[in-house]
């Protein structure tokens, strides 16, 4: 990766919002945030760091639990303040309560509606470790 | 929509991020933020609500288009700190700049390459107004 786009990190205090999306099937996997440094990392390793706002620190996707995110391909958005990152993801899940996405709840008539499958036990994957978010 | 189940709007001072992907592709559309306000109408009536940051206010997607999204069904994250909405586009792109997807733009090795194609013409769409974003 010779260059590195330039990205507006001003309007939320130095971080963008990222979207990641399974490369293969399209469903959408998570949504993150990203500073300068997460994103220059995943550009040139080619796996997704993210910031970690809970912790306030870069967070490299799959540094606990081995479920890497490989980069597939990196869109930029309009306005160049949001991130779009086609993934391989590996291991069972992208998100830390073991669902194969955070997206796992589906609003319904009667309120939110479970309707994906736990792919990983996050007891098992995390120990007594809090998972970052 | 009996019940709107709550978000944390807390951590973004009073906005959640929001994934808008096609319904049917699975394309990414857009990136953008809600409110509360946005958050209950698009539920509400079904079509797609923002809070416009560079304005400062509510915002219907398609107001000024008339590319209203139709809302087919609304997720929300693990946190609760995020929305994915899976929309029918109306019109012929969700993008201001006239493409189908804001993300028309890939990192390439020379930088960014435009991969999208347009799709409307934004001047005739939008006349001298700015649109929204």
Do not use: N
Not at 41 to 46: I, V
Not at 83 to 90: D, H, I
């Amino acid at each position: 990766m010779s260059a590195i786009p330039a990205l507006d990190f001003g309007k939320l205090g130095g971080i963008v919002p990222v979207v990641t999306q399974d490369a293969l099937s399209g469903e959408i996997l998570m949504q993150g945030f990203m500073d300068r440094e997460a994103w220059e990392r995943t550009l040139e390793e080619r796996v997704a760091y993210y910031y970690s706002r809970s912790r306030g620190r870069l967070w490299k996707k799959g540094e606990t639990s081995g479920h890497l995110q490989r980069v597939v391909e990196a869109w930029v958005d309009c306005d160049e303040d949001a991130v779009l990152l086609k993934v391989r993801q590996e291991g069972g899940g992208a998100c830390h309560t073991g669902y194969r996405s955070c997206f796992y709840r589906r609003v319904g008539s009667e309120g939110l509606e479970v309707v994906g499958e736990r792919r990983f036990d996050p007891a098992k994957v995390y120990g007594e470790e809090e998972p970052p978010a």
